[in-house]
């Protein structure tokens, strides 16, 4: 089983910037893809971007690309994703979740995800 919590949400002014990380624990963390998944209110569950567990690969949705990075630092155990030039559509509860995967592969899916952190509120202001 793997563990995930989320950090590093908060408020953050239209065109600022922000740093969530998850931590993992409880397994093998070198050898899990990563997601990282939104949730705005009476919407659903969306996603953001993608990693391999090398950190090799990535994938982002067209609506953060350009804007948003993920990496990932497997010697600490902990994923990352750098959201720049955020706006108030970005507000939402932000999600890391986790899986097994071959290298290079990685999942893009709620439904492909078998650990999920318990999200961290992101809020742009504008």
């Known amino acids: 089983q793997v563990q995930l919590v989320e950090s590093g949400g908060g408020l953050v002014q239209a065109g600022g910037s922000l740093r969530l990380s998850c931590a993992a624990s409880g397994g093998t963390f070198s050898r899990y893809a990563m997601g990282w998944f939104r949730q705005a209110p009476g919407k659903e569950r969306e996603f953001v971007g993608a990693i391999d567990w090398s950190g090799v690969r990535t994938d982002y949705s067209d609506s953060v690309k350009g804007r948003f990075a993920i990496s990932r630092d497997n010697a600490k155990n902990t994923g990352y994703l750098q959201m720049n030039s955020l706006n108030s559509e970005d507000t939402a509860v932000y999600y890391c979740?986790?899986?097994?995967?071959?290298?290079?592969?990685?999942?893009?899916?709620?439904?492909?995800?078998?650990?999920w952190g318990q999200g961290t509120q992101v809020t742009v202001s504008s």
């Open positions: 979740a986790a899986v097994r995967k071959p290298y290079l592969t990685i999942a893009t899916k709620v439904s492909e995800f078998e650990f």
